[in-house]
Nanobody
Framework: QVTLVESGGGSVQAGGSLKLSCAASGFIFSSCGMGWYRQAPPKARESVSFISSSAITTYADSVKGRFTISRDNAKNTLYLQLNSLKIEDTAIYYC?????????WGQGTQVTVSS
């Protein structure tokens, strides 16, 4: 059974930092590309960052230079370091695993940034 469990969300003031984690199980973590997405209703879900199985990273323009994605294959865990947070970063953050033709999603963790 594939599970992705996000943690580390919370409430923080603008300019602050958070570190999100995504614990994965039920699949070969090291073989899959992993990504972070976010959704702030009523907006559509958007891609935040992605890290391939070979650790190549990409970022949305809105988070470049502020967020850092990383993975620990020994711990089957994906991370997202969020720095210099802005009010517009408020959203539910989801992790996802892209494994060949399958995509798996976590349940999300709320990040709220206040002024």
């Amino acid at each position: 059974q594939v599970t992705l469990v996000e943690s580390g969300g919370g409430s923080v003031q603008a300019g602050g930092s958070l570190k999100l984690s995504c614990a994965a199980s039920g699949f070969i973590f090291s073989s899959c590309g992993m990504g972070w997405y976010r959704q702030a209703p009523p907006k559509a879900r958007e891609s935040v960052s992605f890290i391939s199985s070979s650790a190549i990273t990409t970022y949305a323009d809105s988070v470049k230079g502020r967020f850092t994605i990383s993975r620990d294959n020994a711990k089957n865990t994906l991370y997202l370091q969020l720095n210099s947070l802005k009010i517009e970063d408020t959203a539910i953050y989801y992790c996802a695993a892209s494994c060949r033709s399958h995509v798996y999603w976590g349940q999300g963790t709320q990040v709220t940034v206040s002024s």
